[in-house]
């Protein structure tokens, strides 16, 4: 069975601790990206990775940080700086970052709730 | 930076009636997709526009990828009531293969 895995489901944090998300992806795929979604918003981008070994910044990278250092997997760690952790953490992949090849597909996310 | 305007925010529409959602950018986009989302789950791609002027189905789908590059639109005909969920339309950069995501349209079918 070929996909993207996110585990857990669900988490739940004191506020403070840092904590990580897990994704993998066994689709042979490049690229890797980490979207948050809250409420009634669409998905705003974290981080992302085109290649092993690099990432880059998104939109709202401010709290959080990651790591490429294998292929099909892509961890979150959602530092005791972001100030509004909780939220659903979407996890995405696609075989490149440019092209008809670069249409991305998700996991089935994590809702972080920070207490 | 770049915006998607997606409207409506939300429908409420009877079993069998059609729906048609669109997104709207200044910006020009070379790859427009469309995505559902069940609550709590993660978004699952519907259709995948590539080319300006694309019109492409899937099933009781409809998607096309507007002439000018900055709007798409969604159509549904015939809904059920497994249809119901968010709509997410997205343009696509074709330099980084960043994602920026529209609002998202909320379903809602009355059986």
């Known amino acids: 069975d070929g996909g993207i895995t996110q585990s857990p489901k669900y988490l739940f944090r004191k506020e403070g601790q840092n904590v990580t998300l897990s994704c993998e992806q066994n689709l042979n795929h490049d690229a890797m990206y980490w979207y948050r979604q809250d409420p009634g918003q669409g998905l705003r981008l974290i981080y992302y990775?085109?290649?092993?070994?690099?990432?880059q910044k998104g939109d709202i990278a401010e709290g959080y940080s990651v790591s490429r250092e294998k292929k099909e997997s892509f961890p979150l760690t959602v530092t005791s700086a972001q100030k509004n952790p909780t939220a659903f953490y979407l996890c995405?992949?696609?075989?490149?970052?440019?092209?008809?090849?670069?249409?991305?597909?998700f996991g089935p996310g994590t809702r972080l709730t920070v207490l | 930076g770049q915006q998607l305007n997606q409207s409506p925010q939300s429908m409420f529409i009877q079993e069998g009636e059609d729906v048609s959602m669109n997104c709207t950018s200044s910006?020009?986009?070379?790859?427009w997709l469309w995505y559902k989302q069940d609550p709590g789950e993660g978004p699952v791609l519907l259709i995948a526009?590539?080319?300006?002027?694309e019109l492409t189905s899937n099933g009781r789908l409809t998607a096309q990828f507007g002439i000018t590059r900055k709007d798409s639109f969604l159509n549904i005909s015939a809904s059920i009531p497994s249809d119901v969920g968010i709509y997410f339309c997205?343009?696509?950069?074709?330099?980084?293969?960043?994602?920026?995501f529209g609002q998202g349209t909320t379903l809602q079918v009355k059986p």
């Open positions: 990775s085109q290649i092993v070994n690099d990432f």
């Open positions: 910006s020009i986009f070379n790859t």
């Open positions: 995405a992949s696609s075989a490149t970052s440019g092209g008809d090849t670069d249409t991305q597909y």
């Open positions: 526009l590539y080319k300006a002027g």
């Open positions: 997205a343009g696509q950069l074709s330099n980084t293969g960043k994602l920026i």
